[in-house]
């Protein structure tokens, strides 16, 4: 599954999670997240970084399929 799958799945249920204006205040675009199995679920994570680019933390959230929500980590 991609981030791409993800984000159209959850466009009900977290609907603002993946929008330009989120990703971009985070520092963030699709391409900077993984999607790695867990097993049922997909673990997804993305660096945050500042205005000058430095890492400032991290987005985790797991990926439910049979639900199509995020759940916290």
């Known amino acids: 599954m991609t981030i791409y799958e993800i984000k159209r ?9 993946f929008n330009t204006k989120s990703l971009k ?7 900077s997240f993984s999607v ?3 097993g049922e679920r997909f673990y997804i994570s993305a660096p945050v970084k500042d205005s000058n680019g430095r890492m400032v933390g991290c987005t985790e959230r797991f990926f439910n399929p049979a ?3 995020l759940e916290h980590s």
Do not use: D, S
């Not at 799945?9 to 999670?17: G, L």
């Not at 205040?25 to 391409?31: A, I, K």
């Open 9 to 17: 799945r959850v466009e009900e249920t977290a609907p603002y999670f």
């Open 67 to 69: 639900t199509n929500e």
């Open 25 to 31: 205040f985070f520092g963030q675009t699709l391409r």
């Open 36 to 38: 790695h199995k867990a």
